[in-house]
Nanobody
Framework: QVQLVESGGGLVQPGGSLRLSCATS????????MGWYRQGPGKQRELVAA???????NYADSVKGRFTISRDNVEKTAYLQMNSLKPEDTAVYYC????????????WGQGTQVTVSS
């Protein structure tokens, strides 16, 4: 059974930091690309950051220089370090794992709420 479990969300003041974790089980983690998405109130889900199986990363323009995605293949966990948080970063953050091997495998976590407010 595949599971992606996000943690680390919460309430933080503007300018603060949070570190999200996505613990996985049931997948060969090292071959999967991992991504963090978010969906703010009244908005569509958007890609925040992604990391390939070989460690290449890409970021949404809105978070470049503030967020860092990383992965630990031993712990089978992906991380999103979020610094200099802004109120517009408020959203539910979702972890995604995907790989194409004969067919596309695509899994999602349940989401974790991040609220940036004073």
């Amino acid at each position: 059974q595949v599971q992606l479990v996000e943690s680390g969300g919460g309430l933080v003041q503007p300018g603060g930091s949070l570190r999200l974790s996505c613990a996985t089980s049931g997948i060969s983690f090292s071959i999967y690309g991992m991504g963090w998405y978010r969906q703010g109130p009244g908005k569509q889900r958007e890609l925040v950051a992604a990391i390939t199986s070989d460690g290449s990363t890409n970021y949404a323009d809105s978070v470049k220089g503030r967020f860092t995605i990383s992965r630990d293949n031993v712990e089978k966990t992906a991380y999103l370090q979020m610094n200099s948080l802004k109120p517009e970063d408020t959203a539910v953050y979702y972890c995604n794992a995907q790989v194409i091997a004969r067919r596309r495998y695509d899994y999602w976590g349940q989401g974790t709420q991040v609220t940036v407010s004073s």
